[in-house]
């Protein structure tokens, strides 16, 4: 069975610019998480969906950040304009639903020069 | 609200060294999941376990094993013999129910480096 997938893997921009990720998921998982992990600290949540719904987008920055699902499968994470701070890797996680373990996919590492 | 806390920055053990890698949480749900994963150097989290709140046995897996006390509300692992390939960054994790249902909340991670 395919894990999560996400592309790209690594990406390196210009301050300023826009950015998007694409993440898969496990067939059949209904609950999509985006995170952003910062070096030498934990996943904290951006973003999560149930199916095509967004129910928890309280740390996600709305001012440059957005994110969808369509169909609830796929989903894209896009930021724009990119500020040096968002430097990080971003990882796209599925699971069955809301009270089961998440699987990660390999995440995005996101450079902004 | 809730919150994981990884009290150990950094482990450094000898091969074949047992060691415990803490993990305290903070929820007031009653019903909670609890998680560890692994972060190997190519950086990909990869699952190791998930337990709910309402069982408490300890869990073993090969040289891994997991001590769940909800009175101390605790869950730590532990790796007997450790090996090289052990060396990765180690989360603990938590979901929650309530208004965050759903959301996985991580500690700030444990560096455990093995060394031969």
């Known amino acids: 069975e395919a894990g999560v997938v996400q592309s790209p893997r690594y990406k390196i921009i210009e301050k300023k610019q826009p950015v998007a990720f694409w993440c898969n998921p496990i067939s059949g998982h209904n609950t999509l998480y985006w995170y952003r992990q910062n070096l030498g600290q934990g996943p904290e949540l951006l973003i999560r969906y149930e199916n095509e719904e967004a129910v928890d987008d309280s740390q996600l920055p709305k001012d440059r950040f957005s994110a969808e699902r369509l169909k609830g499968v796929d989903s894209t994470l896009k930021i724009q304009p990119a500020e040096l701070g968002d430097s990080a890797v971003y990882l796209c996680a599925s699971s069955f639903g809301p009270s089961t373990e998440a699987f990660f996919g390999q995440g995005t590492r996101l450079t902004v020069v | 609200a809730q919150k994981v806390t990884q009290a150990q920055t950094e482990i450094s053990v000898v091969e074949k060294e047992d060691v415990t890698l803490d993990c305290v949480y903070e929820t007031r749900d009653t019903t909670y999941y609890l998680f560890w994963y692994k972060q190997p150097p190519s950086g990909e989290l990869v699952f190791l376990i998930r337990?709910?709140?309402?069982?408490?046995q300890n869990e073993i897996s090969g040289r891994y094993s997991w001590n769940f006390q909800k009175s101390t509300s605790s869950f730590n692992f532990t790796i007997t013999a450790s090996q090289v390939v052990d060396s990765a960054v180690y989360f603990c994790a938590l979901k929650a129910g309530g208004t965050s249902y759903g959301k996985l909340t991580f500690g700030q991670g444990t560096i455990l480096t093995v060394h031969p």
């Open positions: 337990r709910n709140s309402f069982d408490e």
